[in-house]
């Protein structure tokens, strides 16, 4: 079947890009956060009845007059001057034609050769220190479409489907596309620097307000072009772009999938084609979408219904002072009020669970037993379901409450582990979870009671203990254990046995 992949046609990342320099663009689209759409009054809520949100202009109707957002201008420029961007004085929105059922005007207003933003960076902290400095072609501003919902087929696409629904509440919701430039010198950790950038855009995102960033959602999308060149040289090779990448783990898959595809290819002797191609969640494979239009096949001409915007400097230089202090500023403070090392940070940020670490201490959780649950436990149980330590089912809150019980005593660190896993299993809050299995630490009376069983069931064992051989308390530990269904606390056991065999 032509364009499937299978892994004989793939060569290894390394192997790869031990002979090929790799070149990056990321294209991310955020849905700002205003209350209301870019051109019209009608609301943003997401998940609401389908087609309940719309109005003569969001639907294109005859007669209808868009008439700007003057909250989406000023999200826009924040973020461009979040991003170290230069804000024109002067720029048009631009009406990109084509025809899309999604899409209920028939053509989508933009933004062209005039964007909002231009020529800015972002730096993205890699680890080992480093910084990896991402430069930023453009931040401009357009209208989100409707979104199709292909039914009948196996797979959710319009393959196979028996029939079409649109729905246009998102249609005309304020968009911005934030663009870099062709990034290089990323060597082998490519795949890295590609998740690491949107998970630093993202945080950028967050502590600008301007929108939930919820990937899940579709509020930050991804679209990842990949292209490799022979190790050495500086001439671009062609590019894929691998759309709507939904996950930060999935942006890392994303191209270290169109790397070994490339590579082979390339390695054959053939040409890339320069295409979009979808990304598969499932199997972390690309297939082919469209081949790429150009830009002059969208027809683009200056939006003739709207006004030039023109943000005043002076209005511009105030949106700069109400900026918060960058991500990395901010994880600095949060380091150092925590006590955490640098490493640590690094740590965290890389496995994505830096901000569930500072909500479990918001929620009064002790730093350090914070940032082990997140790194040393739950950063396993996302990975085996495949999905972001943010999307498993369990809030930072109800970690903080586990962590307390588990610092005042009432549970051992292995019952904390299991209320953790219950509250993953969806049986409910920590308190109902302990109340239903009735998972607490065995109470001292009942505690010293199955010590002094051990003891009388295992004479052998304890002339052992008594002649100073400590490594031989084991199977009277054990015999606790059990005895208690693995609730005692161990320490308070080794203790009690210490006391009464050895003084
Ligand atoms: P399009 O409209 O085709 O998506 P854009 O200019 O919006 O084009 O975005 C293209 C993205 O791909 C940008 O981030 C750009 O820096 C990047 N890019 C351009 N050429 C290459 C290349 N040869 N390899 C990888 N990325 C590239
Ligand atoms: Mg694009
Ligand atoms: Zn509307």
């Not at 993205?124 to 409707?146: F, S």
């Not at 109800?398 to 660190?413: H, P």
Request: hydrophobic share 35%.
């Amino acid at each position: 079947m032509e364009g499937v992949t299978t892994t004989a046609d793939l060569v290894p990342y390394d192997e790869v890009l031990d002979r090929y320099d790799p070149v990056l663009g990321l294209e991310t689209h955020v849905e700002l956060g205003t209350a209301t759409k870019l051109f019209c009054g009608c609301p943003t809520a997401f998940g609401a009845e389908p087609n309940s949100q719309v109005c003569p202009v969001c639907l294109g109707l005859p007669g209808s007059l868009p008439v700007t957002n003057e909250k989406a201008i000023e999200f826009t420029v924040r973020i461009g001057l979040a991003l170290n961007c230069g804000i024109a004085e002067w720029c048009r929105f631009a009406r990109k034609n084509y025809f899309y059922p999604d899409m209920p005007k028939n053509y989508q207003v933009s933004q062209y050769d005039e964007p909002l933003c231009v020529d800015g960076y972002l730096d993205v902290p890699v680890p080992g220190g480093e910084t990896y400095r991402v430069q930023i072609e453009r931040v401009h501003l357009e209208e989100d479409t409707g979104k199709t919902l292909h039914v009948g087929g196996a797979t959710g696409r319009i393959h196979g489907a028996t029939h079409s629904l649109v729905d246009y509440n998102r249609a005309g919701i304020p968009l911005v596309e934030i663009v870099t430039r062709p990034l290089t010198g990323t060597g082998k950790r490519a795949a890295e620097v590609a998740r690491l950038y949107v998970t630093e855009l993202r945080d950028l995102l967050r502590g600008l307000g301007v929108s939930d960033v919820r990937m899940e959602q579709g509020s930050l999308r991804c679209d990842v072009n990949v292209s490799l060149m022979p190790a050495g040289t500086t001439e671009l090779g062609t590019r894929t772009e691998t759309k709507n990448v939904n996950s930060l783990r999935s942006v890392e898959r994303a191209v270290r999938f169109e790397v070994e595809r490339q590579g082979a290819l390339l390695d054959a002797g053939q040409r890339i084609v320069q295409e979009t191609r979808h990304f598969h969640e499932d199997s972390g494979t690309t297939s082919p979408g469209r081949s790429k239009e150009e830009a002059q096949d969208y027809r683009y001409f200056p939006e003739p219904d709207l006004v030039p915007l023109a943000p005043e400097p002076r209005w511009v230089e105030q949106i700069r002072t109400t900026l918060p202090e960058p991500p990395s500023a901010r994880r600095a403070r949060f380091a150092e009020a925590n006590g955490f090392t640098p490493l640590d940070l690094e740590q965290m940020a890389n496995a994505g669970v830096l901000d569930l670490v500072e909500q479990t201490i918001a929620a009064r959780a002790a730093p350090s037993k914070a940032r082990g649950w997140w790194l040393s436990y739950l950063v396993g149980s996302a990975n085996e379901r495949g999905v972001e330590p943010a999307d498993l089912p369990i809030t930072p809150e109800q970690l903080a409450r586990i962590s307390a019980l588990e610092d005042d005593g009432t549970l051992t660190n292995k019952l904390a582990r299991q209320v953790v896993d219950a509250v993953l299993a969806g049986e409910g809050d920590p308190d109902t979870v302990i109340e239903a299995h009735g998972w607490k630490v065995t109470g001292e009376a009942d505690l010293v009671a199955a010590v002094e069983a051990a003891i009388a069931a295992q004479p052998d064992v304890v002339d052992k203990v008594r002649a100073g051989n400590l490594g031989a308390l084991g199977p009277l530990v054990g015999a606790v254990m059990k005895a208690t269904g693995g609730s005692a606390d161990a320490t308070r056991t080794r203790e009690l046995l210490q006391e009464r065999l050895v003084g």
